[in-house]
C-alpha cells in the first residue's frame, strides 16, 4: 500500500487547500415572483458590478429580433430557484473582501448552500482519479515509471476499461445508452446491491440525473393537461423540467411533523384533486433520501407507494442519487427497484425509472457530470423512444460514463487500494454524519427554529418561525420572509444559504436549505456566527 494515499486518506476531510473557483458553481436560490429582478434578467445578476443595468440592456436591445414576447412561453414560466440573487451577493460580497480586507464584519463567505462537495474543499476518491487518468492518458500505461506512482488495480482497472472502448478513446462518441461493457458493470452493481438482476439494456448512461430527469418529462409530458406529483419542498430540477416541458406540476406535500414523512392519504387527495381538474397525472417523483428535507423512507412505506403507484397506473421516478448518504444507524437506503422485486413485481408489473448520479454519495464528482437511469415496466415500442430522445444527444461524456461504473464497482477485499479507499470513504462519511448532527442541534437551539433530523443526504432544512415584525419588513422589501431572513443572514454573517420559498413549502410557513457539507473545522465558526446573528435579528424584530 502506498503510503502518500493512507496519509491523504487520514488528511481527507481536513485539508485547507485554497480555492479561487469555488463561487464559478456555488447556487442559491430567490423566491419565484419575488426577485428584486425580472426573471428575465435574472440571467444578467453575472454580470460584473461596472456593467450597463438590466434596465439600460433591455433598452439598448430593443432593436434585436428576439424580446421577451417573442420567447418561448415555457422558458419565461420556468424557474430554477437554486441560481439566484443570494449568491450573486455572495460573490460581491467576496470580491470585496479580497480587494479590501476589514471591508465586512467577516473574513470569508462560508457557503452552505448547495451540494458541490469539492468547491468546498473535499478531495476526489484516489481510485477514481487514478483510472480516470490512466484511460484519458493510456500511453502512460506502457511506462515503468506508471508502477510506482498507480496502484496494481487502478492500472488493471483502466487497462479493462480502455479495452471495452472502441479504439481505446476517451475522446470519440459511445453509444447512445452508454458504452457497453460499463454498462454491464454498472447492472453487476445494481444486482449486488438490491439481490435482484439488472439489465444493462436497462441502463440508459447520462450527464449527472438532470438531463435522465428531463429526458423523462419530454417522454411523458403532452400538454399542460398532463401532470406530475411531486413532493413539496422538492428540489427545483422537476418543477423546472416540468414547466420547460409544458405540464403541471401536481404536488403532494411532505409531513413536516412526522419527519417529513409520505402519507399515502395526501397522495390519493391530491390525485383527487388534480383528476377534478382534469390532469391526467402520469408520474410519482419521490426523492429518497430527501432533498431538501433529509429524510430516509422506511420499507413499509416504500411498499405503500409502489401499490400507490400500480393502482394508480402511474410511473415512479426515484431519485435515488443520495442513496450512499445515509447518517443514522435506524434508517437503510434501499432502492425502490428492490422494494418493487421484493414484493412481486416484475417488468410488466410497474414502470419505474430509477436515477444515480456520481455528484453526489462520498464521491461528490459533480464537475465530471456522471449518471444514469435504468428504466424498467416499459413496452419495447416505448424503449425505443427512449432511445431515440438518448440519441438526439448522441451520448454522455465518457469520464462520466467511466465514473459512474466506479461507483457501482469500487475496490473490493483484497485489492491494492481497497484500504485506501475504505478510508477516504468512511471518513467522508463520518465525518458528514458529525456535521449534520452538530448543525441540527445548533439550529434546535435558536429561538423560533425547528429542525427535524438530519438521516441522510446532504442537506437540512429548518423551519423558522419569523415575527410579524420580519415578515411586515420582507413585504415592504418585496420578497419572501425567508428569503429576507436569508439575504441579512450573508450580509451580517458571510454564512450563503438557499431560502425555502425557492422549493415550495406549505403556504405560511418559512425555511431554509442548509448544506453540511462546509470543512468540518468551519462548522465551529457557522454556529457561532448564525447563533448571534439570529438573537440579534429576532431582537429586532420583536414585538
Excluded at 415572483?33 to 436591445?61: E, G, H, K
Excluded at 393537461?225 to 428540489?235: A, F, K, S
Aim: with cysteine; proline share 6%; charged share 20%.
Amino acid at each position: 500500500m502506498r503510503r502518500f494515499v493512507t496519509h491523504r486518506a487520514r488528511n481527507l476531510i481536513t485539508s485547507t487547500v485554497t480555492r479561487t473557483r469555488t463561487t464559478t458553481s456555488i447556487c442559491s436560490s430567490s423566491p419565484p415572483l419575488t426577485s428584486p429582478l425580472p426573471a428575465a434578467f435574472r440571467f444578467l445578476s453575472t454580470l460584473q458590478p461596472s456593467s450597463p443595468s438590466p434596465d439600460s440592456m433591455a433598452s439598448d436591445y430593443s432593436s434585436t429580433p428576439v424580446t421577451l414576447d417573442t420567447l418561448n412561453p415555457k422558458v419565461l414560466n420556468c424557474e430554477y430557484a437554486v441560481r439566484g440573487e443570494i449568491v450573486t451577493l455572495a460573490q460581491k460580497l467576496q470580491q470585496e473582501i479580497k480587494e479590501n480586507p476589514g471591508s465586512h464584519p467577516f473574513d470569508e463567505i462560508l457557503y452552505c448552500n448547495i451540494g458541490n462537495p469539492q468547491s468546498l474543499a473535499q478531495q476526489p476518491i484516489t481510485f477514481f482519479r487514478e483510472v480516470l487518468a490512466l484511460c484519458d492518458h493510456p500511453a502512460i500505461l506502457d511506462k515503468s515509471e506508471t508502477q510506482g506512482l498507480f496502484s496494481a488495480d487502478a492500472i488493471e482497472r483502466a487497462f479493462q476499461i480502455l479495452d471495452q472502448i472502441p479504439g481505446r478513446a476517451t475522446g470519440a462518441y459511445s453509444h447512445s445508452q452508454g458504452i457497453k461493457g460499463l454498462r454491464d458493470t454498472i447492472a453487476s452493481g445494481i444486482e449486488a446491491r438490491d439481490g435482484f438482476p439488472a439489465d444493462p439494456n436497462d441502463l440508459f448512461l447520462t450527464d449527472g440525473a438532470s438531463p435522465a430527469v428531463h429526458m423523462m418529462m419530454q417522454l411523458l409530458i403532452r400538454s399542460e393537461n398532463d401532470g406530475i406529483l411531486c413532493p413539496i419542498p422538492q428540489y427545483p430540477l422537476y418543477s423546472a423540467s416540468i414547466a420547460l416541458h409544458g405540464g403541471t406540476l401536481v404536488p403532494y406535500y411532505l409531513d413536516e411533523q412526522t419527519g417529513w414523512g409520505l402519507e399515502i392519504s395526501e397522495l390519493e387527495q391530491q390525485l383527487k384533486t388534480a383528476k377534478s381538474k382534469g390532469i391526467d397525472v402520469r408520474a410519482l417523483v419521490v426523492i429518497n433520501p430527501g432533498n431538501p428535507t433529509g429524510q430516509v423512507l422506511g420499507e413499509a412505506n416504500q411498499r405503500e407507494i409502489v401499490e400507490f403507484c400500480k393502482r394508480e397506473g402511474l410511473v415512479l421516478l426515484a431519485d435515488e442519487v443520495y442513496q450512499e448518504n445515509v447518517y443514522v444507524p435506524d434508517k437503510k437506503f434501499h432502492s425502490f427497484k428492490k422494494i418493487s422485486r421484493s414484493m412481486g413485481y416484475g417488468e410488466k408489473d410497474i414502470s419505474l425509472v430509477s436515477f444515480q448520479s456520481v455528484s453526489k454519495g462520498f464521491y461528490g464528482e459533480c464537475g465530471k457530470r456522471g449518471g444514469y437511469m435504468e428504466v424498467t415496466g416499459f413496452s419495447p415500442e416505448v424503449r425505443e423512444q427512449i432511445y431515440k430522445l438518448s440519441s438526439v444527444n448522441l451520448c454522455s461524456n465518457i469520464s462520466g460514463q467511466i465514473l459512474a461504473s466506479l461507483v457501482m464497482s469500487p475496490p473490493k477485499v483484497g485489492d491494492e487500494s481497497y484500504e485506501s479507499f475504505s478510508a477516504e470513504k468512511e471518513g467522508i462519511l463520518s465525518s458528514l454524519a458529525r456535521r449534520a448532527k452538530t448543525l441540527e442541534d445548533a439550529l434546535n437551539s435558536l429561538e423560533g427554529v425547528t429542525c427535524n433530523r438530519a438521516e441522510g443526504a446532504m442537506y437540512l432544512f429548518p423551519r423558522i418561525n419569523l415575527p410579524d415584525k420580519a415578515i411586515k419588513a420582507a413585504e415592504a422589501a418585496k420578497t419572501a420572509p425567508d428569503a429576507f431572513y436569508a439575504r441579512r443572514l450573508l450580509n451580517a454573517t458571510g454564512i450563503v444559504v438557499v431560502p425555502g420559498s425557492g422549493f415550495r413549502q406549505v403556504p405560511g410557513t418559512w425555511h431554509f436549505r442548509c448544506t453540511i457539507l462546509p470543512q468540518e473545522e468551519k462548522i465551529p465558526a457557522i454556529v457561532s456566527r448564525l447563533t448571534e446573528f439570529h438573537e440579534k435579528f429576532m431582537n429586532e424584530f420583536r414585538g
